[in-house]
């Protein structure tokens, strides 16, 4: 069993800056894959970014491909997205998963557990 539990949304100007992080609980966390998704109201919920459980391979939306970061520290538990030059298309609850496989991560059906979220919210 993993928990995830994300952090560090808020309110941002656009062309600013924002860091999330997921903190996971269990001594298995650096075997999953992690991701982020977001979700916009009236919208379905999109993949943003997955990183692989040694953290040697990403991938990104296209939407945010050249903006957005992801990172994990296994010893701390923590997978981390930096979002720099923030667009108020990008204002959403975003989430962390986590995922047993390291394959087709851009889907959410392959994550296994997932946090409750984060708001962000980019004003123009």
């Known amino acids: 069993q993993v928990q995830l539990v994300e952090s560090g949304g808020g309110l941002v100007q656009a062309g600013g800056s924002l860091q999330l992080s997921c903190a996971a609980s269990?001594?298995?966390?650096?075997?999953?894959?992690m991701g982020w998704f977001r979700q916009a109201p009236g919208t379905e919920r999109e993949f943003v970014a997955s990183?692989?459980?040694?953290?040697?391979?990403?991938y990104y939306a296209d939407s945010v491909k050249g903006r957005f970061t992801i990172s994990r520290d296994n010893p701390k538990n923590t997978v981390h997205l930096q979002m720099n030059s923030l667009k108020p298309e990008d204002t959403a609850v975003y989430y962390c998963?986590?995922?047993?496989?390291?394959?087709?991560?851009?889907?959410?059906?392959?994550?296994?557990?997932w946090g409750q979220g984060t708001q962000v919210t980019v004003s123009s």
């Open positions: 998963a986590a995922a047993r496989t390291q394959y087709g991560l851009g889907y959410g059906g392959r994550y296994d557990y």
């Open positions: 269990g001594r298995t966390f650096s075997s999953y894959a």
């Open positions: 990183l692989s459980w040694s953290g040697s391979s990403t």
